[in-house]
């Protein structure tokens, strides 16, 4: 796993185990403040992510 990856990973475990069970507009606004800039991540993938927290999961996979 290279560097980038793993901070984004890690960032999503973070986000995912503090913003658990919230509204996806409330998790999408702490991913968009929170996640390191990585090529290729848009907006699409990370609203899905954002529902996936939303409903209690971590999409880490950590």
């Known amino acids: 796993m290279h560097h980038s ?28 403040r929170g996640l390191p800039k990585a090529p290729g991540l848009e907006v699409t993938e990370i609203r899905k992510i954002a529902e996936e927290i939303s409903v ?3 999409p880490s996979g950590m």
Do not use: S
């Open 5 to 32: 990856e793993k901070a984004l990973f890690l960032a999503v475990h973070g986000i995912a185990g503090r913003f658990a069970g919230q509204p996806v507009p409330v998790v999408m606004e702490a991913l968009l």
């Open 56 to 58: 209690g999961r971590d």
